[in-house]
């Protein structure tokens, strides 16, 4: 069951646990080892790389690597 926060109109289930999926994602060093090296080859195709890790999804890969390798100016 879903309901809506009256205070800032966020959904949180029945739980009360929040929608969003802010967890930090957990990589085993192997999957850091490949997206590594398939970045390096392709560049930011996102599907691509995802597409060579079983379970995991182009979002998830993104997500990772921007928080991994970003750099602020």
Do not use: C, H
Request: proline share 1%; net charge negative.
């Amino acid at each position: 069951m879903t309901t809506l926060n009256s205070t800032d109109g966020s959904s949180v289930d029945s739980r009360g646990e929040s929608n969003s999926q802010d967890s930090k994602l957990e990589f085993s060093e192997d999957e850091e080892t490949l997206i590594t090296r398939m970045f390096n080859l392709v560049g930011e195709r996102w599907t691509l790389i995802a597409g060579r890790i079983p379970g995991r999804t182009a979002e998830e890969i993104k997500k990772y690597w921007t928080s991994r390798y970003s750099t602020s100016e």
